[in-house]
């Protein structure tokens, strides 16, 4: 996108690489891929490039209107793809920031559990909910990016509304209890501890594991603390000294980088609710990897 770069004195280009990062997050949300992501930065500027700046109000509000519509459109396409996907489909993770954290909303919205949340919601309510209740964009300026009217708009968002909120944790959770779960589960499966494993699972927890057909990776989900605590014991066994976990900061919380020797083998990221891991994402896809070795700039 040479077009863009931050010298230049064009008033388009400076609009845009000014809320590049913003257009990144929505179409991430939107997405759960980086490099979807990026592909619809590039058709959003596209875009932009040939509008008369002179009759946009809001450049902000024009520019998420015209990135989320790219994304939509990308969306359904990419859901078709998915049905077809080797094994549980996760969102590309990325390395955040500290200060993604400190945004409680943005934090939330891009949680891998969130993400996998998002992932039940159809497109179009996918769009609407995302652009409303993480973007805060009114109603009618959502409903010119997804083609429907504004009532109709209002009724997607309060079945997007209702759908996330009977999937998502009843109470909010601190990174701090995120990252006491996470160094228990660290230090049970990394001493074989089985008992301590499943004190830190709740009875129902759900692994979801991402290999994309080209790294091993359970094929379908595994539910229940004793399935899944035999489960990991047994893997790292079979790893032993060779991997190592490092804490990071995943999707805005508190995650895992797993290495075997001086390669990346993919992260873990957990989804905790009353002290309890219920959630379990391991990503070892490395097409899916290339945000963990450097920060990624979200902003809403």
Not at 11 to 31: G, M
Not at 86 to 109: F, Q, R
Not at 243 to 264: D, K, T
């Amino acid at each position: 996108m040479s077009q863009c770069g931050a010298g230049s004195a064009d008033p388009a280009t400076e609009t845009f690489v000014a809320h590049r990062d913003l257009l990144f997050t929505v179409a991430y949300e939107l997405l759960g891929s980086a490099s979807d992501a990026e592909d619809v930065l590039q058709e959003t500027w596209m875009r932009w490039a040939d509008v008369d700046l002179g009759a946009v109000r809001d450049h902000r509000a024009y520019l998420v209107r015209i990135a989320a519509r790219q994304a939509l459109g990308r969306l359904r396409t990419l859901g078709r793809r998915r049905e077809n996907y080797v094994g549980s489909w996760l969102p590309e993770p990325l390395l955040t920031a500290p200060d993604v954290a400190e945004d409680v909303v943005l934090a939330d919205s891009v949680s891998m559990a969130m993400l996998v949340v998002l992932e039940s919601l159809n497109p179009v309510e996918r769009a609407v909910f995302v652009l409303r209740e993480v973007f805060d964009l009114p109603y009618g300026e959502i409903a010119e990016a997804v083609g429907r009217n504004r009532a109709s708009v209002r009724q997607i968002a309060h079945r997007a509304r209702s759908h996330v909120a009977a999937r998502r944790p009843r109470d909010p959770v601190s990174p701090a209890q995120t990252r006491a779960a996470l160094r228990a589960f660290h230090r049970a499966v990394e001493t074989g501890d089985l008992q301590g494993l499943l004190d830190v699972l709740a009875p129902e927890v759900v692994l979801l594991s991402d290999g994309g057909g080209v790294r091993k990776a359970v094929p379908r989900p595994v539910v229940g603390a004793r399935k899944v605590a035999r489960l990991l014991v047994a893997g790292w066994e079979r790893v032993g000294d060779r991997v190592s976990a490092v804490p990071v900061q995943l999707n805005g919380w508190p995650g895992l980088v797993l290495r075997l020797g001086a390669e990346l083998d993919g992260v873990v990221a957990v989804r905790v609710e009353d002290g309890l891991i219920t959630g379990l994402y391991f990503v070892h896809n490395p097409e899916k990897l290339s945000r963990v070795g450097r920060e990624t700039v979200l902003r809403r």
